[in-house]
């Protein structure tokens, strides 16, 4: 089984950073696309930041600039971090995994990239709330 385990949240004022974790166990991790996602409160979930397995990030459009997506493959461990964070970010952050990305490849071939639609596993989450 996938588990993944996310850390780091908690309270922040408003131009603040913060560092969120995800541990993860049960995938090919080196080599799976990994990803971070939020859902603010009265809100559809949404794709934070994606990495891949060579290190290729890809954020959205309210995150560039303020937040960094990265893994260290030693640990199985998957990092967000956050600066200049707004009242906005505010939200329940998850981090997920594509444990079937070796399957992607095989079909579409090794320059397939990671896409937000193909998460298979996700964590729990972690409560991040930003302050005016």
């Known amino acids: 089984d996938v588990y993944l385990v996310e850390s780091g949240g908690g309270s922040a004022q408003a131009g603040g950073s913060l560092r969120l974790s995800c541990v993860a166990s049960?995938?090919?991790?080196?080599?799976?696309?990994m990803g971070w996602f939020r859902q603010i409160l009265g809100k559809e979930r949404e794709e934070v930041a994606l990495?891949?397995?060579?290190?290729?990030?890809t954020y959205a459009d309210s995150a560039k600039g303020r937040f960094t997506i990265s893994r260290d493959n030693a640990k199985n461990t998957l990092y967000l971090e956050m600066n200049s964070l707004k009242p906005e970010d505010t939200a329940m952050y998850y981090c997920?995994?594509?444990?079937?990305?070796?399957?992607?490849?095989?079909?579409?071939?090794?320059?397939?990239?990671?896409?937000?639609?193909?998460?298979?596993?996700w964590g729990q989450g972690t409560l991040v709330t930003v302050s005016s």
């Open positions: 997920a995994a594509n444990k079937d990305t070796w399957k992607y490849r095989e079909e579409y071939g090794d320059n397939w990239r990671c896409v937000p639609n193909t998460m298979t596993s």
């Open positions: 990495i891949d397995s060579d290190g290729t990030q």
């Open positions: 049960g995938l090919r991790f080196s080599t799976d696309c």
